[in-house]
């Protein structure tokens, strides 16, 4: 009974790994790079103011903006940016002429002018291939099995190697298989909590959508319902009577005071309106919940209706769980460690598909395994340099330019899996990672100075030195 | 303060590392290793919590500690690694 | 693997639907916490379903278990 239970685990380890390992290679890697979501999309629009600018200035803009352009609209939006200049408003309603449409833009925060970036998403399209592989809900779903078989692997794969903390720290080189299992342990073994942590936390962030027998028992499916009894920010209808806003700038101080901490985003619900409210939500980066408290306030008189800043303990606890997997509490240092555990999980999902090619010896080679391993774990960082060095490559006023960024990402990713289904060879392992290289070479370059250039440059030596070492290998 | 963190737990599993024997001939040390390694391995592992927590605060602290476990025990193995392998 | 993927999937809700209704708190509270655990208990019906003797014994320690969660259920409801 003992020896099959070992058996069936292995066996359980095996085959999920193999079917959700190209998925689970996607999700790590993208997840990986977009710990850093946030400056590489700085990045990838250079036109950006770079100097942050207080919260108060940029309410003062988008106050006079607003006044301006929609004094009583249906809402007014303002989204000061952490992480550089500019602060997006967006409003819906009627404009100053009185013609019913919207807006939806970034400002200088200083000088209220329109910024005129460069058209590019960003990490969305990394960001939206880490939760569901570009490929909407049925990709979602597939991602959160994909969580459950990473699960599933830890815990198989704890119980499949037995001599787990005598091999603490045991990578034996040059050994052929011997030497990828030891690389598959030591990844999976030293960053054990990690792993659970970040695949669990993940399936945390979409809980009820993705286990919906408690929501139906206790909310009949009803999810807004779940939601607004524990997060119900004060909400009122138009009255109908003109009164003018009350400056947002007493407000803020008192939302600061009230909260403790920056605000993120301020929303005015009919502005103009004698019962307009003014909302502030708090920004959660400087801790473990992701739960934005928020505090309401009467637009005319500018007196506080109501604020929360505490929830019940297991929203509190879900809350933490989604804080954790999104990385954002403990400033660059923990992001940093953030992103080598997730090195660790690709660098254990990798091994572990190669482990399947490797073990069935070289004539299984030229297998669909074997071409989808390499279009896979050398062709997506190769897709992801592209996209980076297309950003810098591609004219600014091309049309559709963000969407083209995101076509070379697909187009070169594509043609990594043409290759590799033609011709599967080391040479190949070693040319993609080489192309990566080069290509990250090309917009460390056209990259300017700055952290994430140079993060860009080490990534491109280190793909560089791989390949070499491939090249070298393949020829001993 | 959390390079203090990075810099003991690294330190704490060096010394974890030359407590193994095998691991010992890694690092080119002949011999038994003292028993007295292990305890103090685990020790300076333990106490790097302590500038962690002191930096950002009890629930952060302690979550950028177990990911700096992680990060320095593979920055170890990657150096036990190297040794072993040029030596 | 159909009484793993599919059916611990099935089992996983049917405890989260019965935790949601018997838990002592609050309604948000009890749907957080059942949904919560549901996703372990997946994670255990899967390995259960694995390592089960034969076909059978997995979906018999799948399907009882479900039912005894509905039946509860609906005795409560």
């Known amino acids: 009974m003992k020896a099959n239970f070992h058996l069936s685990m ?90 019913d449409r919207g807006d939806n833009a970034l400002f200088d925060a200083v000088t209220g002018a329109v910024v ?38 830890l815990v198989t794969g704890v119980i499949v190697h037995r001599r787990i903390f005598r091999d603490f720290f045991m990578f034996r080189i040059g050994k052929g298989q011997r ?22 936390t993940g399936l945390m962030i979409f809980p009820v959508l993705l286990m919906p027998g408690a929501l139906q028992a206790g909310y009949g499916g009803d999810r807004a319902a779940y939601v607004s009894d524990w997060y119900l920010p004060t909400q009122r209808e138009a009255s109908g009577m003109s ?20 605000i993120e985003q301020i929303a005015v619900a009919h502005p103009g309106d004698a ?38 303990p297991g929203i ?19 992001r940093w460690l953030y992103f080598f555990s997730g090195l660790a999980s690709t660098a254990l999902i990798a091994t572990g598909l ?18 989808l391993n390499l279009a896979t774990i050398a062709g997506l960082p190769m897709a992801i340099a592209a996209y980076f060095a297309a950003n810098r490559l591609l004219p600014v006023d091309l049309t559709e330019r963000g969407e083209w960024e995101i076509r070379i990402l697909f187009l070169s990713w594509a043609a990594c899996l043409g290759w590799a289904l033609m011709h599967n060879r080391w040479a190949s392992w070693a040319g993609m990672m080489l192309g990566a290289a080069f290509l990250l070479g090309i917009a460390t370059i056209l990259g300017g100075t700055g952290p994430v250039t140079l993060s860009l440059a080490l990534s491109a030596v280190a793909l560089g030195t791989t390949g070499l070492l491939l090249i070298r290998g393949a020829r001993a | 303060m959390i390079a203090l963190t990075l810099l003991l737990a690294t330190a704490g599993f060096l010394t974890l590392a030359l407590s193994m024997q095998r691991h010992r001939r890694d690092l080119g040390r002949q011999g038994k290793p003292p028993r007295a390694m292990r305890p103090v391995a685990f020790l300076l592992i333990g106490l790097s919590v302590f500038p962690a927590v002191a930096d950002q605060g009890l629930a952060i602290g302690i979550t950028s500690w177990g990911m700096a476990l992680s990060v320095c025990a593979m920055a170890v193995a990657a150096w036990l690694t190297v040794r072993s392998s040029w030596r | 693997m159909l009484a793993a993927g599919p059916g611990g999937f099935a089992l996983a809700n049917a405890a989260a639907a019965l935790g949601a209704e018997t838990l002592p708190l609050s309604a948000a509270e009890a749907v957080t916490w059942a949904t919560m655990a549901a996703f372990p208990i997946h994670l255990a019906a899967i390995i259960w379903a694995f390592a089960a003797r034969s076909a059978a014994w997995a979906w018999a320690g799948i399907v009882i278990p479900a039912l005894v969660c509905l039946l509860i259920l609906s005795a409560t409801a």
């Open chain 1, 275 to 312: 019962a307009a409210i003014v909302t502030f939500w708090r920004g959660t980066d400087d801790r473990l919940s992701m739960m934005a408290d928020w505090a309401a306030f009467d637009g005319p008189s500018g007196r506080m209706l109501a604020s929360q800043t505490r929830y019940p």
């Open chain 1, 179 to 200: 030497s990828w299992l030891d690389a598959h342990n030591i990844a999976g073994v030293l960053t054990l909590p990690f792993q659970f942590v970040i695949a669990f």
């Open chain 1, 116 to 153: 005129a970036a460069r058209d590019s998403h960003g990490t969305e399209p990394l960001v939206d291939l880490h939760f569901r592989l570009h490929s909407g809900p049925v990709g979602m779903w597939i991602v959160a099995s994909a969580g459950m078989v990473m699960l599933l692997g």
């Open chain 1, 10 to 99: 292995i066996w359980l380890h095996r085959w999920s790994g193999l079917i959700f390992g190209w998925a689970l290679y996607v999700i790590a890697l993208t997840g990986t790079v977009v710990v850093f979501s946030d400056e590489i999309s700085v990045w990838m629009q250079p036109e950006l103011p770079a100097n942050t600018v207080a919260v108060e200035q940029a309410l003062i803009t988008a106050q006079t903006h607003l006044q301006r352009a929609a004094p009583v609209a249906e809402f007014w939006s303002i989204t000061p940016s952490a992480h550089h200049g500019g602060v997006t408003i967006a409003w819906a309603g009627a404009d100053s002429a009185g013609n």
């Open chain 1, 243 to 262: 009164a003018p806003l009350a400056p947002l700038l007493p407000m803020l101080a008192a939302a600061e005071h009230q909260l403790g901490g920056r």
């Open chain 1, 316 to 334: 509190e606890t879900s809350g933490v769980m989604v804080g954790l997997h999104f990385a954002k509490f403990g400033g660059a240092w923990t």
């Open chain 1, 354 to 371: 190669l482990l399947w090619t490797v073990k069935r010896g070289p004539e299984s080679g030229k297998g669909l395994v074997a071409a």
